[in-house]
Each structure stands twice: as C-alpha cells, then as structure tokens.
C-alpha cells in the first residue's frame, strides 16, 4: 500500500472540510439535511471525468451513476436502481449520459483483444458498432472513426434509456424529465451536446412505446 498517498488523501478531506467551514460553518448540516438534485448524471468510470467539476456543479446538485462506457443496459440493476430513485423519489428533471473521447471501453470494443471479465460488458458496445457497421467503417481514419464510434455509443444509450419502462412512466404521469447526450473532451474539457435529446417517448419507434 503507498502510505504516503493514503494520508495525503486524509489530508486532503480534513483540508477540503476545512475549507468548505471557512466559507459556511452550517454547510455541511445544510447537506445532511437531504438532496434534490435537478440533474442525474450516467457517465464513465475513467478517474480524468469527475461529473461535478466538468459542469462547476456543487455537492447535492448532481446525482451520479457511473460505469464503464456510460452503458444503459435494460438487464444492470445497479444501473436501473439509480434510475428509478433519481426519476421517482428525487425527481430529477434532466439525465444526462455522458460519455469521452478517448474512452478505453470503446476503444476496445473496436478490437478483438480479451481482456478478461470486462469482455462481457463490451459486447453490448459492440452492437452498437454492429448497428453502425456500415458507416464507422467508411471512416477511414482511425482516430476519426474512434470519435464516431464515441458519440455513436453515447446515442444508443441516450436512446436506451429513453426505452425504459421508468423514464416511460415518468412520461406517462406528466413529469418533466429530458434526456441528453454528451461527449467530454478530454484534451479540452469541453463538453459536446450532441443534441440527442427526449423529453417524450414520440420519437422512439413505436414497437419501444410502452402502454401502461
């Protein structure tokens, strides 16, 4: 174990407290009081996107569900279970997915390397390359193809999530709920808005329409 980083990050919590105090002795009673959040963020799990900072966003302001690549899967659990407390309990009004370029997940979507466990996971990345096939291969630069690939994966998504029966639901009873895709730059710190946006099931294909 490196002991000296594990102080430092002790440290550095006592420091951000600290800190945090100097400006509003009651801030941190005023978090534990409870969280709305307007917004819920799905992002990746790479350690260079923290979800708060890229948007200048405050502690209770964002909810946050990440994984790796920003996968909407109908089938994670994890996932649908911080859907469905952000929509139904916290009532978010925007979810976001957002993903990155240069994102490791999708790179390896793109190959045929084993990796180990994660192979399993990104195999639902590689639909989306299958879906997309015939247009990401007329690409003929790779890294260009790799940021199409990115943007296309943050779309699927934004679209799967758009399907499930809790975003549908919301819909359904009249709740204010929009979705979004993004891509973070990570050589910029730019987000993307690549301008996939639901805030109703009218433009999902009507066999992914769900009647309650």
């Not at 945090?20 to 009081?33: E, G, H, I, R, V």
């Not at 299958?130 to 890294?143: A, T, V």
């Amino acid at each position: 174990m490196n002991d000296d980083f594990y102080k430092k990050i002790l440290d550095n919590n006592k420091i951000w407290s600290e800190t945090k105090l100097a400006t509003d002795p009651d801030y941190f009673q005023k978090l534990s009081k409870g969280q709305s959040p307007p917004l819920l963020w799905i992002g990746c799990s790479d350690s260079r996107v923290p979800a708060n900072e890229v948007i200048g966003a405050q502690p209770g302001e964002v909810f946050v569900h990440r994984n790796i690549a920003n996968m909407v899967i109908h089938s994670d659990m994890n996932m649908l279970s911080v859907l469905d407390y952000a929509v139904n309990v916290l009532k978010v009004q925007h979810v976001i997915v957002c993903g990155h370029y240069g994102c490791g997940g999708v790179k390896a979507a793109m190959g045929n390397d084993s990796i180990g466990l994660i192979d399993n996971w990104i195999r639902h990345i590689k639909d989306v390359y299958r879906h997309n096939k015939q247009y990401l291969d007329s690409i003929i630069n790779e890294q260009d193809r790799f940021n199409a690939f990115v943007e296309l994966n943050v779309k699927e998504q934004v679209t799967d999530l758009a399907k499930t029966s809790i975003v549908q639901n919301a819909w359904r009873n009249g709740q204010q709920l929009c979705l979004h895709g993004w891509v973070y730059g990570l050589d910029t710190g730019i987000v993307k808005d690549l301008e996939v946006n639901y805030c109703d099931n009218e433009e999902l294909a009507k066999v992914d329409r769900l009647k309650f």
